[in-house]
DNA sequence: ATTTTTTTGACAAGAATTTAACAGAGGCTT
DNA sequence: AAGCCTCTGTTAAATTCTTGTCAAAAAAAT
């Protein structure tokens, strides 16, 4: 049980410290300073120190960290050797394109089940997976054990169908929807707002010409 | 030309006031106070008065901000009454998605091409724009004034394509690929990485259950 | 075996960001 | 129209985040 709380601005650099990490494991690359891996990455040595050590030693003085044992230690932190099973609300465009995002399911997170409203996608197939109606959602919900619950349909029916998964038991959710949910405080929500980014993007394209 | 830098941080905030503004003003809001929007959004009032007076006092003592009026000028800081033009690399499924989402439409973000390697796709109609081959690209991006570039593409065909894109004076990039582009000084790059987005949800879901 | 070099982990200093506090502008009431 | 009340813009304080520094641990070299 960890002490002292780690702040989400860390835990957001962790993800690509791994990819970094997994790219130089696979490339054969054994061990790695700190200030080598500030070369790669474009960040600070003393960061890169410094956010490792949130989590504990894994380096040695005079050698550095071995990159394969890094790797596995972020994996651990960011709870990637557990197995999380998902459903997918919402099998539209964006939805599919989740669904056959092939590479999560290397990182141990499945897609259980997929849902829709939509007659004509109901029973029809997404990666083996075949589509569910809305009402078989707190029965299967149950039944598969699932851990996160992926929003990826009209901000309009968003709220509900997060209460719904909620009340069965589902205490994270991947919200693609452009509203923010109102959740209880043991439930995650981790949103993709892909039209604020694009803002953002516009924001900076304007700045520059001005 | 503004003389001090606005961070990112609170250009981040900037599109999630927008939001909430447009909501406000769709529900026939007229004003609102900064601790009023504090109230709705779960941000401090402190916070808000300060995002906006980065850009100039667009309230009144008194009365509050009116929402309208405020709403605009975000608009106009976010460079949204702006045309963009958009081209698309890779229609696969997320390319799909980005496509077939017409909310970008509404704010001036105008996909105007879409290109692929898939000879099974190129020729086919994905809202009304026809795929083309990437042996198209450049001569496409000169004729059609093309701002912005969006990348879903595998992350192994992602920083030769958007070389391409630079070559021909594309100036901004919306990278779906899990690389991080290495692009000149003045090429501007938004990264959505959605595997990152998963892992910090995971990491989230494993320091709660220890 | 001793010295030199490398490189971490820890801590301190420095920046940046966020929150609090408040004077005063201006609306609202009587 | 005078005075009260609201609520911003601004400055100051607090907090958080990032970077720099260095002693000491361990590897590498002699």
Redesign the pocket.
Known sequence: MDSKEI????VS?LPRYFRYLGELKDSGVER??????SDIMH???????????NF??????????NVEYLYNEIANILGLHEKHHLVLIGAGNLGQAIANYMNFERRGFLITGIFDVNEDIIGKKIKDITVLPMSDLEQFVKDNAIDIGVLTIPKSAAKEVADRLIACGVHAIWNFAHVDLDVPDDVLVENVHLSESLMKLSYNIHRKSK
């Open positions: 702040s989400q601005a860390v650099r790695i300073s700190s200030q080598e891996l960040v600070t040595a003393s960061q890169i120190r410094q956010d490792f050590n504990g030693g894994f380096g040695q003085q005079g050698y550095g960290y």
